[in-house]
């Protein structure tokens, strides 16, 4: 028996979410220090240091919830993505479904693919208890991908001095 809840790896059509090894903090530098990626999460660039404890907290999350969320490659390069997958830390209101993708990498399609495998996973592994993804509200992007795979707003709350939005993702996921 696995000490883990959910698969410790999927696929997709193009993806594979696996777990983070150490030297994926390299590519996740790329979405740390970039000023666009972090304006609503981190609300600054990363150091490489911080980079580095941002993905190691990703890996770690997995041994202190039992899930957590998956590195991102692409099957025919072999490329890192990015990050995708479910993610609880204590101050959020509950488990969610995060996204994020190396700047190189918005815009193809990979996190609404990612997130799709996501929630096909949590539906079959959590019966009866869809995630949210919990997303600020002026973050267009993220709205836009918790949109387009079928997520609906339910509430926004006060959150770390900022407006968040609370996106609930289908309790029921017909595979495509």
């Keep these: ?42 609300g600054r660039v990363a150091t490489e240091g911080d980079s580095w404890r941002l993905t190691a907290t990703l890996a770690g999350h997995w041994l ?12 025919a390069s072999g490329a890192m993505l990015g990050a995708v997958g479910l ?7 509950e488990r969610e479904i995060k996204w994020a993708l190396l700047p190189a990498c ?6 609404r693919e990612a ?3 996501v929630q096909e996973m949590a539906a079959e592994v959590y019966p009866g208890q869809p995630p949210i993804s919990f997303i600020h509200r002026d973050n267009a992007a993220s709205i836009r991908v918790a ?13 770390r001095g900022s407006r968040f939005q609370i996106y609930r993702h289908p309790a029921r996921v017909e595979k495509a």
């Design 106 to 111: 918005q815009g193809r399609g990979y996190a």
């Design 147 to 159: 949109q387009a795979v079928g997520a609906s707003l339910e509430d926004e709350v006060d959150f």
């Design 64 to 75: 202190l919830r039992g899930y957590g969320p998956y590195a991102l490659e692409e099957k």
């Design 1 to 42: 028996m696995s000490q883990f809840q959910i698969p410790t790896r999927i696929e997709s059509e193009r993806l594979i979410l696996r777990m983070f090894c150490e030297d994926d903090w390299r590519s996740m530098h790329l979405h740390y220090s970039n000023p666009e990626c972090t304006r609503h999460t981190l």
């Design 87 to 93: 993610w609880y830390p204590a101050d959020f209101p």
């Design 115 to 117: 997130a799709r495998a």
